[in-house]
């Protein structure tokens, strides 16, 4: 993937430094419980493929690593090079078998039909109406026939203290990326993407939600 390539969604390479120490305090140590769910949540069997969109400094890549034997595979990307170089980083610190490279959701650079898993972890909310559709129709193509997609992310706020913290999030921040996530629409985007069995597999802190969608063994016409 050329280290050039732009995407218009938001990328977090100025805070890619503070990202992994900000995000444990500001999460009040949920991140790490967050991970462990999704991981739970992922069913990862040892000889899977898998790629991790906006994977950011790779700490669930690096989880997924772990449980994989030598017939599997992970993939991180991010659009934000010094997020991948932190993840780089940690992998070889590890000695871990993760693969990292800077690319975009909405232009995925792999062929047709390769993965058993696509993931994203609080990626999409990161991106407009127009490139989640374009992300979820990239990973549908990359995926197997019967491969399946998990997608942790913002959804409709099912507690008032939630709907408040999201939609100031949206005008504190102006980050209209987060309107469909805040609306539920991620399970039409996918659906419209030719995903099939949409459904919510768990929902925390009346914020968050845990989607998985599969491709279906037959592929839809082009």
């Given at each position: 993937?050329?280290?050039?390539?732009?995407?218009?969604?938001r990328?977090?390479n100025?805070?890619?430094?503070?990202?992994?120490?900000?995000?444990?305090t500001?999460s009040?140590?949920r991140?790490?419980?967050?991970?462990?769910?999704?991981?739970?949540?992922?069913?990862?069997?040892?000889?899977?493929?898998?790629?991790?969109?906006g994977?950011?400094?790779?700490t669930?890549?690096?989880?997924?690593?772990?449980?994989?034997?030598?017939?599997?595979?992970?993939?991180?990307?991010?659009?934000?090079?010094?997020?991948?170089?932190?993840a780089?980083?940690?992998s070889?610190r590890?000695v871990?078998?993760a693969?990292?490279?800077v690319?975009?959701?909405e232009?995925?650079d792999?062929?047709?039909?390769?993965f058993?898993?696509?993931?994203?972890?609080?990626?999409?909310?990161?991106?407009?109406?127009?490139?989640?559709q374009?992300?979820f129709?990239?990973?549908?193509?990359?995926?197997?026939?019967?491969?399946?997609l998990?997608?942790?992310?913002?959804?409709?706020?099912?507690?008032?203290?939630?709907?408040?913290?999201?939609?100031?999030?949206?005008y504190?921040?102006?980050?209209?990326?987060?309107e469909?996530?805040?609306?539920g629409?991620?399970p039409?985007?996918?659906?419209?993407a030719?995903?099939?069995?949409?459904?919510?597999?768990?929902?925390?802190?009346?914020?968050?939600?845990?989607f998985?969608?599969?491709?279906?063994q037959?592929?839809?016409?082009?």
């Amino acid at each position: 993937m050329s280290r050039t390539q732009l995407t218009r969604g938001r990328e977090l390479n100025h805070v890619a430094w503070l990202y992994d120490p900000l995000t444990e305090t500001l999460s009040f140590g949920r991140e790490q419980r967050f991970r462990i769910k999704t991981m739970e949540l992922l069913e990862v069997t040892p000889a899977d493929h898998i790629l991790d969109v906006g994977c950011g400094t790779g700490t669930l890549t690096l989880m997924i690593a772990d449980r994989l034997s030598p017939q599997g595979k992970v993939i991180g990307i991010d659009a934000a090079p010094k997020m991948i170089a932190i993840a780089e980083k940690k992998s070889r610190r590890r000695v871990s078998s993760a693969q990292f490279q800077v690319g975009i959701a909405e232009q995925l650079d792999f062929r047709d039909n390769v993965f058993d898993i696509v993931v994203n972890s609080m990626f999409t909310h990161h991106i407009d109406h127009d490139l989640k559709q374009r992300f979820f129709r990239e990973a549908w193509r990359v995926l197997k026939p019967g491969g399946r997609l998990i997608t942790a992310d913002i959804d409709r706020p099912t507690t008032v203290l939630a709907k408040v913290t999201g939609w100031f999030g949206r005008y504190l921040l102006l980050q209209p990326e987060l309107e469909d996530n805040l609306r539920g629409r991620l399970p039409e985007l996918m659906a419209a993407a030719g995903f099939a069995g949409v459904r919510r597999l768990a929902h925390l802190h009346g914020l968050i939600s845990f989607f998985r969608a599969e491709k279906p063994q037959q592929e839809r016409a082009a």
